[in-house]
């Protein structure tokens, strides 16, 4: 029993390989090698596989890969469809010119002598209340103290003044009432009527029919507004809308000096005209200097839904690539295993007289099939997966969007054969270098360097593909890159900790009852670039569910946390100056003792000398910001919440005459210490140096502002106040008592900002949540694909060790301690990747402080184990059960 079963374990296993080979060569050929039939034999080779059960787990690996980046691409793919279709409508006309103060006629006139159709809307936000019955109806003479009642409930709304002919393209479509079908509307509200969204009136507690007061004017409540193709999606559009003629918009007397107003003018007409316009718009800009206005078009569409949607995209995207990486791990992994036990048929093959070239492209005829097969099977899957990624994001996408194109097909089939050819290729490579002598003889070379290089351009493929998948290159060069620095970062931790490992215990003198742990290291020892391998993946796949199971976990509570429960959620703005002290008076009455802050409204024209201009600067961000005014501050003390990382408080030590700078803007538009900022505020031009930049707590929720200026660089300029404040909400009838005293002042409830805005998150993160299957899915694949991946040499050394007398406990101590050192070293190594991953989000992408778990690593470590030791149990059954030859012969 001492030897003889492991010396005639190499021909029995060649004779059986022998034998299977020839009866497939011999059938496909007829004849012999020289009329092999290379599809034959791969249609052969992929049912015997196929009923085997060596391509299951492959195929499921590609499968899962293939379904999450099409599912995603589906989704895009529709959206952009969807967004090309709607364009116009989305923005209600051909061209759109827009503007924070009322247009000049020149604009309008243009456009008539082109012979453009024209209309405008007047945008901002602004306090509804309900009319209570019994009270004293408001008119159009009342002066602005006195229409509001301070009893009636109030509710911030989103209201929009239209002119005869809105909408130019797409159209409105209103009801009724609630329940009541819809219908394309005709026209606008008629005079002293106004259209509300439906949420408005349960808001209020009205009902269609009622008044609702807005500033000095009540309104009759005529229609509910379903439609509105051109809302966008800002902050304040978030809040319920309110539509109204725009001839009754003076009559409420509530646009003045400060009001956040957008003005809009809407230009449609044939294409050739509307685009002619659109660059006599844009030169007119340019020429006059007009820093308040600017011109979107079809091309520009709906920009604050498309960034939102974008954003949705491509955290989609990320969590998709996300998925298709571990997957490729699998695919890898179960490649290596098909080659392992598919060594001995190759040597038969070649014995047969078969070429190596003929090898390989039976080989990849077969892979080819799977690929193939495995993709349009992704593709299906991924199709219906995006339906439910709709559904997650319901509320966000207000569009019936059309039916995908071939693309997100194409790509998905391609990643498929990508993911095969780059990942299964390499293995396959190697196993038609097999010699003829490995029929006789078990010992087979390290994989030649064909073969890396190989692995080296499979690599690039699919990391170019993930780039197309991901639609965005930072996003592809960084996932791909975190993806295999990781995987080498763990392969080196791996090596050392093993090399420690085994240095520890050599240098311990071990007890009778350590043979099994003596064996496991040996073992380890002699197979280490096996056991690094093994232990890689089962970190990848380790890290992936660590990360969906805890990791993500504490970033959604750091993230709720970061705001305080005593935050604001109240502010107040558009105070007039005549009206700071009895607003003052009436929060301190209520026992709120809080600052307001004086606002002034200037853009930003120079910095260090040089003009600003849009087109110089190529973030999107850093554009946006240059082409609108800023809310300037300006005060002695530094305010609550800031710190000061740079330079010195308005230049202490230097008469107080410097400009404070947000750090972050101050990053995204190129602004230094020393700089000279001049702003134009209402054609008055004002200067001040940078003396410090500050860091902002934005999750305190209070008043902030980019630039500070010295209080004596604002003296004389016109400005409003603004403040913010905690309201319990036992005295939530205050801000209902403050629109009644002064109309004209906006109070945003940011309670029902933040839950509507976190409605829109939930949405968002439901969609990544049904997403994340994909990657969890994949997660598992990779720990069984690395736990089988050697079960065949562990059963061999199994029946080795029960082949030269070995009882059964000291197998089973000895395959044990090799799980638990694989998979505690893999636990580890997930816990750390995992919590080096849960920092970089939190500080780079959520922009909170990170909330340290510190049961990661024992759970990391804990689970790594306990799945080693699941799946080394489930191999092992068979070879304690059953006689130390039948498993060498089997092996």
């Not at 106004?194 to 949420?199: G, T």
């Not at 008044?211 to 409540?221: D, N, P, V």
């Not at 207000?398 to 390499?426: D, E, H, I």
């Not at 906006?746 to 509507?756: F, S």
Request: with cysteine.
């Amino acid at each position: 029993m001492s030897s003889e079963p492991a010396s005639q374990h190499a021909p029995a296993a060649a004779n059986a390989a022998a034998a299977a080979a020839t009866t497939t060569v011999a059938a496909s050929s007829g004849a012999g090698p020289a009329r092999f039939s290379p599809w034959r034999q791969a249609l052969r080779m992929a049912r015997r596989d196929w009923r085997a059960g060596e391509l299951s787990l492959l195929l499921f690996a590609l499968v899962l890969a293939v379904a999450a980046l099409s599912s995603v691409g589906f989704l895009a793919d529709r959206m952009r469809l969807g967004l090309e279709r709607d364009a116009r409508q989305m923005i209600a006309a051909d061209v759109l010119i827009v503007s924070d103060q009322p247009f000049d006629a020149v604009f309008a006139s243009h456009a008539a002598q082109a012979g453009l159709a024209t209309t405008q809307t007047v945008t901002f936000p602004s306090m509804a209340s309900a009319h209570l019955p019994g009270k004293a109806a408001t008119t159009q003479g009342q002066g602005a103290a006195g229409g509001a009642q301070a009893d009636a409930p109030s509710q911030l709304a989103a209201l929009k003044a239209v002119a005869p002919g809105y909408p130019l393209r797409g159209q409105l479509k209103v009801a009724a009432g609630p329940g009541a079908p819809e219908a394309a509307a005709t026209g606008i509200p008629a005079e002293g009527t106004v259209w509300v969204d439906e949420a408005l009136l349960d808001a209020l507690g009205v009902a269609v029919g009622d008044t609702i007061q807005l500033g000095s004017r009540a309104f009759r409540i005529d229609r509910i507004l379903t439609q509105e193709l051109d809302r966008g999606a800002g902050f304040m559009n978030f809040a319920p809308r309110v539509m109204l003629p725009l001839s009754d918009l003076a009559a409420t007397g509530l646009v003045g000096w400060g009001s956040r107003v957008s003005y809009r003018l809407l230009v449609a007409g044939p294409d050739a005209a509307a685009q002619a316009y659109q660059k006599w718009a844009e030169a007119e800009i340019d020429k006059r200097a007009l820093r308040n206005t600017r011109v979107e078009s079809l091309e520009s569409g709906q920009p604050q839904m498309r960034a939102t949607l974008d954003r949705a995209e491509r955290f989609l995207s990320l969590v998709a690539v996300l998925s298709s990486m571990i997957a490729a791990v699998a695919i890898a992994m179960s490649a290596r295993r098909y080659m392992q036990r598919h060594t001995d048929a190759c040597a038969v093959y070649k014995c047969m007289g078969l070429s190596r070239r003929e090898i390989l492209l039976a080989f990849g005829l077969e892979f080819l099939l799977l690929g193939v097969g495995g993709a349009a099977a992704g593709v299906a899957l991924g199709y219906l997966a995006h339906y439910g990624l709709l559904l997650s994001l319901g509320k966000l996408l207000t569009v019936t969007l059309p039916q995908p194109s071939v693309l997100p097909a194409v790509v998905g089939v391609l990643a498929g054969v990508v993911l095969l050819a780059g990942f299964a290729l390499p293995p396959l490579l190697a196993l038609t270098r097999v010699p003829p002598l490995r029929v006789l003889r078990r010992d087979v070379g390290a994989p030649p360097v064909s073969t890396w290089i190989a692995y080296g351009l499979g690599l690039g493929a699919f990391v170019a593909l993930l780039l197309v998948a991901a639609r965005d290159l930072k996003l592809g060069l960084t996932t791909a890159g975190g993806f295999v620095a990781a995987g080498v970062v763990f392969a080196l931790l791996a090596l050392g900790l093993l090399s420690l490992l085994s240095r520890l215990m050599r240098g311990r003198r071990l007890a009778r009852g350590s043979v099994g742990w003596r064996f496991a290291l040996a073992v380890l020892e002699r197979r280490r670039g096996v056991t690094v391998l093994q232990t890689v993946a089962l970190a990848v796949g380790l890290m992936a569910l660590l990360l969906l199971g805890m990791t993500r976990n504490d970033l959604i509570a750091s993230w709720r946390n970061a705001t305080p429960a005593d935050a604001p959620n109240r502010f107040v703005i558009n105070i007039q100056p005549d009206q700071r002290a009895p607003l003052t008076g009436m929060l301190q009455h209520a026992g709120i003792a809080d600052l307001l802050y004086p606002m002034v409204r200037g853009r930003l024209t120079h910095i260090a000398g040089q003009q600003v201009r849009a087109e110089r600067f190529a973030d999107g961000r850093a554009r946006n910001l240059v082409e609108r005014e800023f809310n300037l501050s300006y005060t002695d003390a530094l305010p609550a919440g800031n710190r000061v990382v740079a330079g010195n408080w308005l230049g202490a030590g230097k008469g107080g005459a410097g400009a404070s700078v947000e750090e972050g803007i101050a990053k995204t538009l190129g602004i230094r210490l020393g700089d000279t900022l001049r702003f134009d505020v209402a054609g008055q031009s004002v200067e001040a140096p940078v003396t410090s930049l500050r860091k902002l707590d934005w999750g305190s929720m209070r008043v902030n502002f980019f630039v500070i200026l010295p209080p004596s660089a604002m003296q004389g300029l016109p400005q409003t106040y603004i403040t913010a404040f905690h309201l319990p909400p036992a005295q939530a009838a205050l801000g209902n008592r403050m629109v009644a005293a002064f109309p004209n002042i906006t109070v945003v409830n940011t309670d029902m900002i933040l839950r509507q805005i976190q409605d829109v998150l939930d949405q968002v993160i439901a969609a990544v949540e049904f997403l994340f299957v994909f990657t969890l899915a994949a997660g598992v694949t990779v720990l069984y694909a690395a736990l089988s991946g050697a079960r065949d040499e562990r059963k061999r050394d199994a029946g080795l060790l029960k082949a030269l007398g070995a009882s059964a406990a000291v197998v089973r101590q000895t395959q044990y301690a090799e799980f638990l050192v694989v998979g505690g070293l893999a636990g580890l190594l997930a816990s750390l990747g995992a919590i080096a991953v849960g920092w970089g989000l939190s500080q780079f992408v959520f922009d909170f402080p990170y909330r340290f778990n510190g049961w990661i690593v024992p759970a990391g470590v804990l689970s790594g184990m306990l799945c080693a030791f699941a799946g080394g149990w489930l191999g092992l059954r068979e070879v304690l059960r059953q006689p130390a030859l039948a498993t060498l012969r089997e092996t």
